[in-house]
């Protein structure tokens, strides 16, 4: 973890005024939405704080606006739902678990890719003591939302395939309905290999209805971009070198910091 980027990033959002839990679930919650995720160096993203401030608020939960993360990826033993994404296959999808490591909470997610872009997640509380594994709930779970979604089932047997940890904050703007997530101290790992990336860069994912919002508007007039990325995918590209990564060459460059 860059210590300077996290207390550069804890002292932006310190200007923001704060939003509890309930209300970022009852305003925010956007399961179907559009994802666009940018990289932005820690004074773009400073700045880009500062111009949301008057409509924005962040997440803060017993006095914090940093929260761990963890997730575990599923796939097949010869990566076949990493395959999906570099063939940018039309019916494609994710499975992991994610824990909140500061309250101890876990969920099975299942992250599907729409017919017009949109990701549509799909959710199951989950024991954190099995967030290793798959449970039986769990693939029954996976099976009925791929029916639902792309009218198939699987007999697919997945299997952990690595790990991905990171400090998250979180800013809404509970009138239109906009969400920005903003990870740093991003880590990746399996059973024989760890990489730390990003070390003064901030991943924000802009997650909107539809239409670009306000967030990405901003870091248009900073001259940030969009860039066409997922963590578990770069992670899999960087923690087997010997899988094909082509869509991702010059994202992976930027996301490394070096070996662990």
């Not at 017919?115 to 997640?121: A, F, G, L």
């Amino acid at each position: 973890m860059n210590r300077r980027t996290q207390a550069a990033v804890i002292g932006a959002l310190s200007q923001v005024p704060p939003i509890a839990l309930a209300d970022v679930l009852s305003e925010a919650a956007l399961q179907v939405r559009v994802d666009r995720k940018y990289l932005v160096p820690i004074g773009a993203f400073v700045e880009l704080v500062t111009r949301l401030r008057d409509r924005f608020a962040v997440l803060e939960i017993d006095g914090r606006r940093m929260f761990r993360y963890e997730s575990v990826y599923f796939d097949t033993p010869s990566y076949g739902l990493y395959r999906q994404h570099v063939q940018r296959r039309r019916h494609r999808y994710k499975v992991r678990t994610r824990s909140y490591l500061d309250s101890g909470e876990c969920s099975f997610e299942v992250k599907l890719k729409g017919n017009r872009s949109e990701t549509i997640k799909a959710r199951l509380p989950y024991p954190v003591a099995d967030r290793g594994r798959l449970t039986g709930e769990a693939q029954a779970f996976l099976a009925e939302q791929l029916r639902s979604a792309y009218g198939v089932g699987t007999d697919q047997i997945l299997e952990p395939a690595l790990v991905t940890t990171y400090r998250r904050s979180t800013l809404t703007d509970p009138v239109a309905h906009e969400r920005l997530t903003c990870d740093v101290g991003l880590r990746f790992f399996d059973a024989t290999a760890a990489v730390d990336v990003l070390p003064d860069t901030v991943l924000v994912e802009s997650k909107t209805a539809g239409r670009a919002g306000t967030a990405d508007r901003v870091l248009r007039d900073l001259q940030v971009r969009p860039v066409q990325v997922s963590k578990y995918c770069v992670a899999a590209a960087l923690l087997k070198p010997g899988l094909r990564s082509n869509p991702w060459h010059r994202t992976v460059r930027r996301f490394t910091a070096g070996p662990y």
